[in-house]
């Protein structure tokens, strides 16, 4: 996923540089913004293989930081969870309503720009 031209310790030092950057903030709303989701319901690599690197590497630091929101965009389609933290739905997280949520909500909105079909998943 990350390819071979990544190293161990480039990985390392951007973990560095996020659990800094998010310890740091004082805004009121953290949200996040990357590239690739870490839940999806694709049945490709990006939603199997891919997301479950990226949850080993980054959903403990969004817990941990007190993430609010991740927004992704890779995949040609538009999905969003509620607070979901290693499989599991915040329990206070129903519908659009929110209370005391400790862990982010996800959204994929990567429609944008895109020749290819788009895919709405349920």
């Known amino acids: 996923m990350f390819g071979n031209s990544i190293s161990d310790d480039s990985i390392e030092s951007f973990l560095d540089w996020l659990r800094s950057?998010?310890?740091?903030?004082?805004?009121?709303?953290?949200?996040v913004?990357?590239?690739?989701?870490?839940?999806?319901?694709?049945?490709?690599?990006e939603c199997n293989s891919d997301a479950k690197?990226?949850?080993?590497?980054?959903e403990d630091i969004y817990v941990t930081y007190g993430v609010d929101l991740?927004?992704?965009g890779q995949l040609r389609s538009y999905e969003r969870n509620a607070a979901i933290s290693k499989g599991q739905i915040h329990k206070e997280s129903r519908g659009y309503e929110y209370i005391n949520?400790?862990?982010?909500?996800y959204i994929?909105?990567?429609l944008g720009g895109s020749q290819e079909p788009i895919k709405v998943c349920k």
């Open 101 to 105: 949520v400790n862990y982010p909500a």
């Open 33 to 45: 913004y990357q590239n690739r989701p870490l839940y999806c319901s694709h049945s490709g690599q």
């Open 53 to 58: 690197i990226l949850r080993e590497f980054l």
């Open 21 to 31: 950057d998010l310890n740091n903030t004082s805004k009121l709303w953290k949200i």
């Open 70 to 72: 991740v927004l992704t």
């Open 108 to 110: 994929n909105c990567g």
